[in-house]
């Protein structure tokens, strides 16, 4: 489903990706750690061209890209087609309605009909647990309840591969947990996601793989209970210990 193959990514001096490989199938649910600062988000938003990689490959599905030639920005959105992503921050347009959120993107870039992408949407904020919420703006919701919506919005476009970027990181503690419910559940229905998060209960209980990542590299990657147990890696043990 996703292949990354000796991918870096280079800001003037800074190397921020150097030399990142994975494979991560269809279905599963892989959990990226690591410090501040140790590209993390950056590989990331090189998955959907946010972030155009330095060289190195990408593939997820059937759409591939290699950056160690040039490669042009026109073909840069038929790797975003594949995934939908949420952000630490809920980007919602302020003037529209959750519904009208999650319109947005079928109506405007798949141009499905106002009808179709209104009875999608409002399946979807009931699939979130918001269906007594779709003509509140923005504004009206708690942070837990936007960031619901930006999944939502996410899902709308049928994306291959969900994106996760410290989904549950602006929130307040108590509405953590429902956004992470509603992660779960993805999970459980065969999404494949790849997940950013400082949130180690839930990659314990919802990740099939378990990587971390410093200064652009992985350091190491394996199965919850075997990383969080039994790291072999000395940079991981450190890691893990400063989280308790």
Known sequence: ???????????????????????VAKGKVVVIIGPSGSGKTT????????????????????????????????SLPSLRKQTGMVFQSYNLFPHMTALENVMEGPV???????????????????K???GDKLDHYPAQLSGG????VGIARALAMDPQVMLFDEPTSALDPELVGEVLKVMKELAQEGMTMVVVTHEMGFAREVADEVIFMDQGIIVEHGT????????REERTRQFLQHLK
């Open 1 to 23: 489903m996703i292949s990354i193959t000796d991918l870096h990514k280079q800001f003037a001096q800074l190397k921020v990706l150097r030399g990142i490989s994975l494979n």
């Open 43 to 74: 590989l990331l938003r090189c998955l959907n061209a946010l972030e155009v990689p330095t060289s190195g490959s990408v593939q997820i599905g059937d759409v591939r890209l290699d950056f160690s030639k040039k490669v042009e920005r026109s």
């Open 108 to 126: 405007t870039v798949k141009k499905i009909s106002k009808e179709k992408a209104k009875e999608k949407a409002s399946s979807l904020l009931v």
């Open 128 to 130: 979130v647990g918001l």
């Open 145 to 148: 309840q936007q960031q619901r």
């Open 224 to 231: 919850p209970q075997q990383l969080f147990t039994q790291p």
